[in-house]
């Protein structure tokens, strides 16, 4: 194990997972305490349940009381029209001062920790995104999904699960829908049901109102997380074996092109920007995305995003677009969020010419399936290619795909990782070296199996160990990576 991917040193090591935040408790109030006024307002008040099952806590009826009490005060005494109009910090402030003066004023009998959570809550709701905000700060939490305003889940620690997210009604969701899609100068209503947008914490949104949205409005949020996993958690996570971590990791460092392929929330953005990491600092990097959400460490990074169209469907600028001027930008990768369609002939055309090593991922289940989406992808530009040139195009751009599989159990795994050696007659020859072997389930519906060696080693070991890479014999020995099984 003398090779320097022994021990996974990325550039820098990315940041592990943040520890979770200590729970915070809902508050909510009794709904008959409300005014017409009030209530117009009211996405300040929430029904009476809170979100016990994710962050809970019974609250005392003192707290209860402070709240309708402030409430009534805010609505009276604040102006909200003048407080909208400022930054959203300077505004969270003037609300919480305001409580603060008030709460002492009038005497209520809070204590530091009610008086803290009280100001959270009303703050989330004039300023944030009401009851939505929790959700949003617990980094447990990776997906918020709304099926209308009482069906809403949530993706935690990997499993999906519903929970009850105090919306009052239909049109307080909308209106923090609004509050969203407003923020970031999109528009979303009955002519144009549909947004698809990225939040200012860098959160991917999305919505459909009716009338797409038959019983409501639907809300998917995948939350932008600020410390992304590097590779070393993941393996620690089980996703994959130390041997396979150290061989892709050299394999991306040595420029070894790299497909990351995977079904929708498998962990593809997360493994590009782990396996990101062993870039050589020395190259310039360039990165296009829907939503900038790759967190790259190297010094010389520069990032670009596509703008969907206008609400005129104008002005619109898409991956491809992108691509093309990337190759302009004299990059030495070129780094794809996501290859989904006609970019990627000129991504292919990048790899095939000085730009070794870029990498992207792609939406597919299986090594061969990413190839068959990559030809379906070069066969959308509408230029007049053959099969077989389209296929020698892939086969000479791409080294290795990446599989990765979400599991039952809601585990993330490298499920295979396949080098593409040549073609054969029409065929693209491809060869698995490392794979995730299934042996049952027990009784809490886990998935068993463990990671296994094929047995093959893989044809770039050649370029690595002339850049002075080695590694031991039998991390590629069959079925060597079994003592390193999975939990
Ligand atoms: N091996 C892992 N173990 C646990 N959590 C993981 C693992 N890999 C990724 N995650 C988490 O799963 C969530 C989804 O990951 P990610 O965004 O990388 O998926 P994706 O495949 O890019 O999704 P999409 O198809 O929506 O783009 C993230 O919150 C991420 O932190
Ligand atoms: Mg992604």
Redesign the pocket.
């Given at each position: 194990m003398s090779n320097r991917f022994s021990t996974l040193h990325a550039r820098s090591e990315p940041l592990s997972?943040s520890q979770p935040e200590k729970e915070k408790p809902v508050i909510s109030e009794p709904v008959a305490d409300r005014s017409e006024e009030e209530a117009d307002k009211g996405f300040l008040i929430a029904e009476h349940e809170s979100i016990s099952e994710v962050t809970g806590t019974v609250h005392s009826d003192s707290v209860i009381n402070a709240r309708i009490r402030l409430h009534k005060k805010i609505i009276e005494e604040l102006n909200l029209v003048a407080l909208e109009k400022l930054p959203q910090d300077q505004m969270r402030k003037e609300v919480k001062d305001f409580i603060r003066t008030t709460a002492r004023k009038e005497r209520m009998a809070l204590n530091i920790n009610e008086m803290e959570e009280l100001i959270n809550d009303v703050v989330d709701e004039m300023v944030g995104l009401g009851p939505l905000e929790p959700l949003m700060r617990d980094p447990d939490i990776?997906?918020i999904l709304i099926n209308g305003h009482e069906n809403c889940f949530i993706?935690k620690n990997?499993k999906l699960q519903k929970v009850h997210v105090p919306f009052k009604d239909e049109a307080h969701l909308l209106r923090i829908v609004n509050k969203i899609v407003v923020a970031v100068g999109r528009r979303i209503d009955e002519s144009q049901p549909m947004c698809d947008a990225r939040m200012l914490d860098g959160s991917?949104f999305n919505a459909a109102v009716r009338p797409v949205g038959v019983d409501g409005p639907l809300v998917s949020i995948?939350?932008f997380?600020k410390n992304?996993?590097p590779l070393k958690k993941?393996v620690e996570?089980?996703?994959m074996t130390e041997p396979m971590a150290q061989v892709m990791a050299a394999a991306v460092h040595a420029r070894i092109t790299t497909i990351i392929s995977?079904?929708?929330?498998?962990?593809?953005?997360?493994?590009?920007?782990a396996l990101s990491a062993f870039i050589p600092e020395d190259e310039r990097l360039i990165t296009i995305e829907d939503a900038a959400?790759l967190q790259l460490q190297q010094p010389h990074v520069a990032r670009m995003e596509t703008r969907p169209p206008n609400i005129e469907g104008q002005g619109e600028i898409k991956q491809r677009d992108l691509v093309k001027n990337a190759l302009r930008m004299r990059p030495d990768r070129v780094i794809l969020?996501?290859c989904r369609g006609e970019e990627a002939f000129d991504m292919l055309q990048a790899m095939n010419t000085g730009h070794e090593g870029s990498m992207a991922?792609i939406?597919a289940n299986t090594p061969r399936d990413a190839i068959g989406r990559l030809e379906q992808m070069l066969g959308m530009t509408g230029m007049p290619m053959t099969v077989q040139s389209i296929r020698n195009q892939i086969t000479n751009a791409i080294g290795l795909i990446v599989q990765?599989t979400r599991l039952s159990d809601g585990?993330?795994?490298i499920t295979s990782v396949a080098e593409i050696t040549g073609m054969e007659g029409e065929v693209v020859q491809m060869q698995e070296i490392f794979k995730f072997v299934r042996t049952g389930i027990d009784e809490e519906s886990n998935i068993l199996g463990h990671f296994e060696a094929t047995g093959i080693r893989p044809r770039f070991l050649e370029p690595l160990s002339d850049m002075g890479i080695t590694f031991p014999g039998e991390y590629f020995e069959p079925g060597n990576a079994s003592e390193l099984a999975n939990d």
């Open positions: 997972i990776n997906d993706e990997g991917r995948r939350k997380s992304k996993l993941l996570f089980g996703a995977g079904g929708t929330g498998t962990g593809k953005t997360t493994m590009l920007n959400e969020g996501e991922t939406h990765l585990k993330r795994k």
